[in-house]
């Protein structure tokens, strides 16, 4: 008897086709379980596609994610809202975010510039989440501000769900839009773009390296951009290389290792410099459309809702509230970052109903009842017209545009930054790639409270031409500030003092819930005369009034105007 006949003979070849079986359909599974793959080339100097597969499929970014957060970021810190030295506290849920990780804990505080560096670099979730709660207020508000000004950029086919990239339900780019989002980084923030190319930096914490060094190493002319890796995506990568005066920005999505994600992206950009033409001028991508975004978007929420559309008319009106001044009292100092938002529930609770209450609010401070400039008698608002959630959003699913002098949303978080000293140079070796020499002046701050009185009149005599007209002089009641103070303290959103007690009534709901969602929407969709309007959502008669405050007469009037026109019921509320 041979050993193949035998039964050991037998059992070792039961045995080989049982592991040939099993590794067979490992691999395969393994191949079925491959992300989708998706590349899309554009030169650079102009925005032109060069080629394309598969550019404008939804499919998972990972932690291409964060060069959105960043460039919200760099807009607050060009904004002046925020600045590379202004120091962060860490939220839990940022502390809470899995690998990769920088080892932020809940409370600390650090530096903008080293979550920037480490978010940039060594593609830190925690680090991009401190940034997006810090400048959001949580995760929620920050993921909405990256899909509108995604949309605003011209990503139409990208939504956001958190600021790290970490995979969630809706959370999905294409490679178009990840590679229209890098030549925004490149033409809108040249200052901070360097970051990218950075093959190792100092995050505060530790020195971090870059996880693209080796495409940056191994790739003659390229200096950044981002890549990124979950399980779903593959292995991603948004680059641009510069040659000759030719610069080209391109994404991978979906490669299977680093080392197949490079190689693909080193053929692409081969064969974008040799079909790319010579000489071209640079035509710069158009600054973000915000307007079209606004409406974009709430259009879309409203199918997203399955809600009708339509709306109810309704007259105009203007109901007068007794409001009379009993004192003028110095005004009392804004708390810090911190302790707003550990006494925001104790702060609600005690607010009035009224205006003062409202003013309170927006300013951050929450005086005696004693202490207020205003007895605000907390009456009823008459004949507030009952809506329902259906009826109001489909009644603001038709947005008009918004006239060309109007101003953008202005950023609605009031934050006090406390000032620390400047960080030590870095060694010169590194000085041409630091962030803007790592010292970025505030572009804009508070004016004293008794310029800024002076500056703000209400006009309550002005002619009533045009709704431009109208808006411009409504405007024209918030002057931009003029100089930083010596307290370093930085206010994201203008006093709403100064003659501005006039609000507006959109009716009546049944929830809370319901209210502020309405306000939401119709803020974003009538932003010119809203923008800068504070939401507040007041218990009366069994219901919940929504009420935008904080207006002049005249942008209470234009805003009624306009919304009426909209089909959306209306009250002005007046002193």
């Given amino acids: 008897m041979t050993m193949a006949d035998s039964p050991l003979g037998h059992f070792l070849r039961t045995l080989a086709f049982f592991v040939s079986v099993s590794l067979g359909a490992v691999l395969i599974g393994g191949h079925a379980c491959a992300a989708p793959e998706a590349y899309y080339m554009m030169d650079a100097r102009t925005g032109e596609t060069l080629f394309e597969d598969n550019a404008e ?8 994610t964060k060069m959105l957060t960043l460039y919200i970021a760099f807009q607050e810190i060009e904004q002046g809202n925020i600045s590379l030295d202004s120091m962060i506290t860490v939220s839990k849920n940022a502390a809470a975010q899995p690998p990769s990780r920088l080892g932020l804990k809940a409370g600390q505080k650090i ?4 979550l920037i560096r480490a978010a940039a670099i060594k593609s830190a979730n925690d680090a991009a989440q401190a940034i997006g709660d810090a400048i959001g207020g949580n995760q929620a508000n920050f993921s909405e501000r990256m899909t509108r000004t ?9 939504t956001f769900k958190n600021a790290s990239g970490l995979t969630a339900k809706g959370h999905l ?14 033409y809108d923030f040249p200052k901070y773009y360097n970051i990218f190319s950075r093959r190792q930096t100092d995050a505060g914490l530790t020195d971090v390296a870059n996880t693209n060094r080796k495409f940056l190493d191994a790739y003659k002319g390229a200096d950044g951009i981002k890549t990124g890796y979950t399980q779903p995506a593959g292995f991603n990568l948004t680059a641009s290389a510069e040659r000759g005066g030719v610069r080209l920005i391109a994404t991978v999505f979906g490669g299977a290792s680093t080392v197949d994600r490079n190689a693909k992206m080193a053929k692409m950009l081969d064969r974008g410099f040799a079909k790319a033409k010579p000489n071209v001028g640079e035509q710069p991508p158009p600054p973000p459309q915000f307007d079209n975004a606004d409406n974009e978007l709430l259009a879309n929420a409203m199918i997203e809702d399955g809600l009708p559309q339509g709306g109810l008319g309704s007259a105009a009106k203007t109901v007068r509230q007794v409001v009379t001044l009993t004192s003028s009292p110095r005004p009392i100092p804004r708390p810090n970052f911190s302790e707003l938002a550990n006494d925001a529930q104790e702060q609600v609770a005690e607010m009035a109903d009224g205006i003062a209450g409202a003013l309170a609010e927006a300013t951050g401070i929450a005086a005696p009842s004693a ?3 205003f007895a605000v008698a907390a009456t009823e608002v008459p004949n507030a017209p009952i809506v329902t959630v259906q009826e109001a959003e489909a009644a603001t699913l038709r947005p008009l545009l918004r006239p060309q002098t109007a101003p953008d949303l202005a950023p609605t978080a009031i934050a006090s930054i406390e000032p620390i000293p400047a960080a030590p140079a870095e060694p010169a070796a590194q000085s041409s790639g630091t962030l803007a020499s790592d010292t970025v002046q505030l572009a804009a701050a508070v004016p004293a409270p008794a310029a800024q009185n002076a500056a703000i009149q209400p006009l309550r ?7 431009q007209t109208m808006l411009a002089k ?15 303290e930085v206010v994201t959103r203008l006093s709403t003092s100064g003659g501005a007690h006039w609000g507006v009534n959109i009716g009546r709901f049944s929830s809370s819930d319901s209210a502020e969602r309405i306000l939401l929407k119709t803020q974003l969709v009538e932003s010119a005369t809203l923008g800068l309007s504070l939401r507040k959502v007041t218990q009366k008669g069994g219901g919940y009034d929504a009420n ?8 209470a009037a234009l805003a009624c105007r306009r919304l009426t026109a909209r089909a959306i019921p209306c009250i002005t509320l007046g002193p």
Avoid: C, W
């Fill in 57 to 64: 499929t939804p499919l998972h970014p990972a932690s291409l």
């Fill in 111 to 114: 530096q903008l510039r080293y």
């Fill in 150 to 158: 995604a949309r605003a950029l011209g990503m139409r086919n990208s």
């Fill in 173 to 186: 780019s294409t490679a178009k839009d990840m590679s229209i989002l890098g030549r925004h980084l490149f």
């Fill in 371 to 373: 202490d207020l400039p």
């Fill in 461 to 467: 005599q002005a002619p009533i031409y045009d709704d």
């Fill in 474 to 488: 409504a405007n024209a009641t918030q002057p931009l500030p003029a100089e930083l103070p010596a307290t370093g």
């Fill in 548 to 555: 935008f405050l904080g207006l002049t007469e005249v942008a």
